[in-house]
C-alpha cells in the first residue's frame, strides 16, 4: 500500500493485480469503512471519541451502555474497560486519559457475550462472489480470534442466522469489489437477530488458512489466478469449478497454542489483543471427536480435557477463574462439569453457548461411562467415536495404553481415513487429503509404491517454528523425485506441509504414537523419517520404534547416545572432545552437591527440552533451591542437568553425515556470548571472530561426533569458544535444527535435501560432496536477527536468558557485515534511529565493560539519562549525563521519560548474583516492561548494542563541540 501511496508502483510502471488500493482503504480504514456499511445498510458499533470525561459520558449516552473505553494508541488495551453505568464510566475514563498518550479515548457500544462469527467469501471481477466456508468462535467476543477455539462450520446458527450473515458478506465485499479472498467478522446478538460488522480484512488472511485447510477449497491459489484475470468458473479444484461452494459434512475445531508453558510470569487473560504463537486444527464427525483429537494434538502436557492443575482448585474458584477467557478455560470448564455444575451456570459465567458446554459435558459424561464399564466393548467403541485417546481409556480402566490398543485391535475398532473434497462426495473426485474417525468406509486409497512417512512439527511455538516446516517441505519433494510415496502427517493449518498438493498424501491427524500408529498400519511405510520434525517427530522415535516401526536416517539408538547426558559424555569421553563440567541429577540436594562440586555461577535445565525450556544460570545455592522446588519437575524420569556456565562466544554447525561421511557447509557465529539462548541471538555467517584453528578443530569435533553417535541425514552442534580459544561442546540436536533454513539460503547447499537424500541412501560423495566444508569463502556477509513479541505478552520480563522468547526472525545479507546487520535489524522490526536519547542503567559487573559503548552513542550525538550509580560513573569518565531516581526512590522519573517518546533505545543489564535472586520483581523489570508497552527498543545484552553501534557509525556522521 506504502509503494502504491508514494507512487513507486506507477513510477516502476507496475500494475497492481487483484484488489484494488482502494478497495483496501476502504475497508481498512475505520471511517470510510463505516460510511460504506451505512450506504448499504451494514450495522457497525456506534462509536464516538472523547477527550475529556464530560465527553465521555455524553458519548455514553448517545450511544447507550453498556460501553468499551478504549484509550487511543496505548499497547493490548491498557486503561481500557467496560462501564454499565456512569459512574463505571467516570472512575475508567479517568484512568484511560491519562494512560493515552494523546489523550484520547474511543467510547463504543459493547457487544461483550455476542457470539463471534466470520465468513470466508471470495469474489471475481464478473462479480461471482462465493462463501468458502464460515466459522464460530467458541469463546465471545472480547477474545480475539486468534486466541479463541474455533469450529468449522458454525454450529449454533439457525438456517435464517446463517443466511442473514452470509447476505451481509457478500453484499460487503461486492460493495468493497475485492478480487479475490476475504474474511469478514459480525458479532450476533445471541437473544435476537442483531448483529454488526466488526471487520473486514481486504485479502488473504490467518483465518483465510484455516479456511483453507478445513474445507480443501485453497483460497490463496484461487485468489492469485482471479488476480492474474480468471474468473471463478474458469479455474478447477479437483473436477469442480471454483464458483462451487464447498460442503463440510464434518467437524472442524482450531485451538490456539500460546506460550504460556515457557512464561509462567505471564498474564494468560486473554483480550483483543492476540497472545498465540500458533494453533493446531482437527477434523472430526463430531464435535466431540474433533475437540479431543485438537486437545491432544497441542503438546502442552494434555492428551485429554483434563488438566492436573484445576483439580486442586475449589469449586468456588473454579467458577471465580472461568469468568475472564485464559488459555485454559476449556479445562476448568470440563473439571466443574465433573464436579456437577449445570452447564446453565457456566454459559451465564462464561456466555459461551449451551451447545458446546453441551459437547464438553457429553465428554465428561462419556468418562463416567467409562469408569463405570471396565473393559466393556461396547463403552470402548463408543468413546472411540468420542474421540477418546487409549491412553485416556487406559487411565480409566487401569490399563496400560498398549493395552487397550490390543483390546481394541482383537475386536476390530479401528480408524477409517475420509476424504476432505470440498463438496462431501457430491461429485467423483480424489484429493489425498484425509483424516480418521471410527465408522465404515474407508476412502484412503493404498498403492503398492514405495512410501516413505514424514513426520511434521505440530504447532509452532517458541522453539519450534515454520523453520521445521521448511526441512519437511524439501524432504517431500526429493522423496518425490526420488520415485518414492511420500505421505505427510502433521496439524498444523498455518504451514506448507499441510496443503495436500505438497505431498502425495496428507494426514491430518495429532502427532501421537496412537494416532500416527493408526496410519502406519493401514499404509504399511517402506520407513518413516522422525529427524526433520523437531522436537516432536524425534519424541516420537522411541515409542514408534518400540511398537517395530522402520525409524529412517538417524535412528532411535543414535538418538538416545545425542540426547541422554550419560549415553552422550561417554561419547565425548571416548572421543576426548570437552564440555562444560557437569552432572544430571534426579534429587534436589544432588544438584546442590554437584553445583558446589562444579562451582557457581551454574546452567541448570530440564533434560529433552527444546528452546531452552526452563533454563536459567544460577549464581548461588539459595537461587539454584528456589529453582529446583518451582521450575522443573525432578524425579528419576526427569533429570535435571547443572553444568559449569561457562562465558565464551558462541558458535553453531548444522552437518550432514551418511555413516562414512560428514559435510559441513558452513560455521555460524553468533553476536551474544553463552548465556542468551541461541534462537534469541544473532547469527552471522561466516563468522566474523574465529581464527582459522578454532575453524579446525570445530570442523575436527563435528565430524568425529557425527560418525561416532550414527547420525544418518541432518544434525546441529552447538559449540562454547572461550577467551583462550579452547573449544568445548554445548550439545548435539540430532535432527534439523531451527537453523537449516538459514544456512541453506546462506551458503546455497540445500541442507534439507542433502539429508534427506542421505536417509533415502544416497551418500554424501555420490551427491558430490566430498569435503568436509567448502573450499571458497563467501562473497557476502548473512545475518540472522530474532523477532519479539514481547509486545503481546504482559506481564513477562524481556530479559535475554538461556530460556527462548524469540517468535520468529529475519535475514539480511549483503557484502559488508554492518550492512548486512542494518537489513536484519529493520526486517525483524526493530526501528534503528541514529539519533535521540540513552536511558542507560548497569549492572556494577558491566560498567566498564559498557563505557566505551556509552562513549560512542555520546559521540554520535546522542543524550544519555542514567539511573544515579551508573550516571555517576558515566560522568567520572566524562559522558554528560542526566540522572533519573530509581523506582525504589519512589520515583517515577525513568518510566516518565521512556513514556515521553523521546527515548530510542534502553540499555538494561543486570547482575545474578545481587540479593534478591532471578525472580525479584525489581526495577529493571518495571523498566523492561514500560521500554516493551511503549515501543522502545530495549537491549539487555552488551554483545547487541557493540553490533547496533558498528550499523549506526556507518550511516552517523559524528558530532563533537567547536
Excluded at 472512575?91 to 457500544?109: C, R, Y
Excluded at 459434512?249 to 485451538?255: F, S
Amino acid at each position: 500500500m506504502q509503494l502504491e501511496k508514494k507512487g513507486i508502483l506507477r513510477e516502476c510502471q507496475v500494475e497492481l493485480l487483484g484488489t484494488s488500493s482502494d478497495s483496501i482503504a476502504r475497508a481498512e480504514d475505520r471511517e470510510l469503512f463505516k460510511e460504506l456499511c451505512e450506504q448499504i445498510g451494514e450495522p457497525v458499533c456506534p462509536s464516538e471519541i472523547a477527550n475529556s470525561i464530560e465527553e465521555g459520558v455524553r458519548a455514553a449516552e448517545d450511544i447507550g451502555y453498556p460501553v468499551v473505553l478504549r484509550p487511543a494508541f496505548t499497547l493490548g488495551g491498557t486503561g481500557g474497560g467496560f462501564a454499565d453505568n456512569e459512574e463505571e464510566l467516570r472512575e475508567i475514563m479517568k484512568n484511560a486519559l491519562k494512560l493515552s498518550p494523546v489523550h484520547q479515548v474511543l467510547v463504543e457500544k459493547s457487544i461483550r457475550g455476542y457470539k463471534e462469527i466470520e465468513y470466508e467469501v471470495i469474489r471475481d471481477a464478473n462479480d461471482t462472489a462465493i462463501t468458502v466456508c464460515n466459522m464460530e468462535n467458541l469463546d465471545p467476543v472480547g477474545i480475539h480470534t486468534g486466541d479463541s477455539i474455533v469450529v468449522c462450520p458454525s454450529q449454533t446458527l439457525t438456517n435464517k442466522e446463517y443466511h442473514l450473515l452470509r447476505d451481509s458478506a457478500l453484499r460487503i465485499i461486492r460493495a468493497l469489489k475485492i478480487e479475490g479472498g476475504c474474511n469478514v467478522q459480525f458479532a450476533l446478538d445471541p437473544q435476537s437477530f442483531r448483529y454488526y460488522v466488526i471487520e473486514v480484512n481486504p485479502r488473504v488472511s490467518r483465518s483465510s488458512a484455516l479456511a483453507s485447510k478445513a474445507s480443501g477449497y485453497p483460497i490463496a491459489r484461487v485468489s492469485a489466478k482471479i488476480a492474474v484475470g480468471m474468473t471463478l468458473d474458469e479455474i478447477r479444484i479437483a473436477n469442480t469449478p471454483a464458483s462451487f461452494e464447498p460442503t463440510l459434512d464434518y467437524v472442524v475445531t482450531k485451538m490456539p497454542r500460546f506460550p504460556f508453558d515457557k512464561f509462567a510470569d505471564a498474564n494468560n487473560r486473554l483480550s483483543t489483543q492476540m497472545k498465540a504463537t500458533g494453533e493446531v486444527m482437527s477434523i472430526g464427525r463430531t464435535m466431540e471427536e474433533s475437540l479431543l483429537k485438537a486437545v491432544r494434538s497441542l503438546e502442552c502436557g494434555v492428551y485429554h480435557l483434563h488438566m492436573k492443575k484445576f483439580d486442586a482448585f475449589t469449586t468456588t474458584d473454579l467458577l471465580a477463574y472461568i469468568k475472564d477467557g485464559t488459555d485454559d478455560r476449556v479445562f476448568a470448564i470440563a473439571e466443574l462439569l465433573r464436579r456437577g455444575t449445570d452447564v446453565d451456570t457456566i454459559c451465564k459465567i462464561t456466555k459461551i453457548d449451551s451447545f458446546f458446554v453441551d459437547k464438553i459435558h457429553n465428554i465428561v459424561r462419556m468418562e463416567a461411562y467409562l469408569e463405570s464399564n471396565p473393559c466393556d466393548i461396547k463403552a470402548l467403541r463408543a468413546a472411540k467415536k468420542s474421540g477418546f485417546c487409549d491412553r485416556e481409556i487406559g487411565e480409566l480402566w487401569n490399563m496400560t495404553e498398549l493395552a487397550v490398543t490390543d483390546l481394541r485391535k482383537e475386536h476390530g475398532i479401528l480408524p477409517v481415513y475420509k476424504m476432505i473434497d470440498t463438496c462431501a462426495s457430491e461429485f467423483d473426485s480424489y484429493i489425498p487429503y484425509f483424516y480418521s474417525t471410527y465408522a465404515d468406509e474407508n476412502e484412503s486409497v493404498i498403492t503398492d509404491r514405495k512410501k516413505i512417512i514424514v513426520l511434521g512439527a505440530g504447532p509452532i511455538r517458541i522453539g519450534q517454528g515454520v523453520e521445521f516446516d521448511y526441512s519437511t517441505v524439501h524432504a517431500v519433494m526429493t522423496i518425490k523425485s526420488h520415485g518414492c510415496e511420500a505421505i505427510i502427517i502433521n496439524n498444523n493449518p498455518e504451514t506448507v506441509s499441510t496443503d495436500y498438493t505438497c505431498s502425495d498424501k496428507l494426514y491430518f491427524e495429532p502427532l501421537t504414537p496412537e494416532d500416527v500408529m493408526n496410519i502406519i498400519d493401514i499404509e504399511k511405510p517402506w520407513g518413516v523419517i522422525a529427524s526433520l520434525g523437531g522436537q516432536t517427530a524425534i519424541n516420537l522415535a522411541e515409542p514408534l520404534a518400540a511398537r517395530g516401526v522402520r525409524i529412517i536416517g538417524t535412528d532411535k539408538e543414535a538418538i538416545d547416545r545425542a540426547e541422554n547426558r550419560d549415553a552422550f559424555e561417554k561419547v565425548l569421553t571416548s572421543l576426548g572432545i570437552p564440555q562444560p563440567k557437569g552432572h544430571a541429577v534426579t534429587k534436589l540436594e544432588d544438584g546442590v552437591r554437584a553445583a558446589a562440586e562444579i562451582g557457581y555461577p551454574v546452567l541448570v535445565r530440564p533434560s529433552f527440552v527444546l528452546g531452552g525450556r526452563a533454563m536459567q544460570i544460577v549464581a548461588n545455592e539459595e537461587q539454584l533451591r528456589h529453582y529446583l522446588k518451582t521450575a522443573v519437575e525432578i524425579d528419576e524420569d526427569k533429570p535435571v542437568l547443572v553444568d559449569k556456565y561457562i562465558v565464551g562466544r558462541e558458535v553453531e554447525v548444522d552437518a550432514v553425515c551418511d555413516g562414512t561421511d560428514v559435510f559441513v557447509p558452513g560455521i555460524m557465529e553468533l553476536v551474544e556470548r553463552t548465556g542468551v539462548h541461541s534462537g534469541d541471538s544473532i547469527s552471522v555467517y561466516p563468522p566474523f571472530t574465529l581464527n582459522d584453528t578454532v575453524k579446525e578443530t570445530i570442523l575436527d569435533y563435528t565430524k568425529r561426533l557425527g560418525l561416532a553417535i550414527g547420525i544418518i541425514g541432518l544434525f546441529n552442534i552447538q559449540f562454547i569458544v572461550d577467551p583462550d580459544n579452547r573449544v568445548y561442546i554445548i550439545e548435539v540436536n540430532p535432527r534439523s535444527s531451527r537453523t537449516v533454513p538459514f544456512l541453506s539460503k546462506a551458503t546455497g547447499c540445500n541442507l534439507a535435501d542433502i539429508g534427506t537424500l542421505v536417509i533415502l541412501g544416497v551418500s554424501l560423495k555420490e551427491q558430490g560432496y566430498d569435503k568436509l566444508y567448502p573450499d571458497t569463502a563467501p562473497e557476502k556477509w548473512y545475518v540472522k536477527v530474532p523477532a519479539f513479541s514481547f509486545s503481546k505478552l504482559r506481564g513477562m520480563d524481556v530479559y535475554l536468558s538461556p530460556e527462548m522468547k524469540s517468535t520468529g526472525e529475519a535475514i539480511g545479507y549483503d557484502r559488508k557485515m554492518t550492512r548486512a546487520l542494518y537489513k536484519a535489524l529493520q526486517a525483524s522490526g526493530m526501528q534503528v534511529l541514529n539519533y535521540g536519547t540513552i536511558l542507560v542503567t548497569l549492572a556494577d559487573r558491566d560498567k566498564e565493560e559498557a563505557l566505551p559503548l556509552i562513549r560512542r552513542f555520546y559521540n554520535m550525538g546522542f543524550n544519555i539519562e542514567a539511573t544515579h550509580g551508573t550516571a555517576m560513573f558515566l560522568k567520572a569518565n566524562g559522558i554528560r549525563t542526566r540522572v533519573k531516581k530509581k523506582l525504589n526512590e519512589g520515583s517515577e522519573e525513568i518510566l516518565d521519560s521512556i513514556r515521553g517518546g523521546y527515548v530510542t533505545y534502553v540499555i538494561n543489564t543486570r547482575d545474578l548474583s545481587a540479593s534478591g535472586g532471578m525472580n525479584t520483581v525489581s526495577d529493571g523489570v518495571e523498566i523492561r516492561r514500560c521500554a516493551v508497552e511503549n515501543g522502545v527498543t530495549i537491549f539487555t545484552a552488551l554483545d547487541t548494542v557493540r553490533v547496533l553501534l558498528d550499523v549506526l557509525e556507518e550511516i552517523t556522521m559524528e558530532v563533537s563541540a567547536i
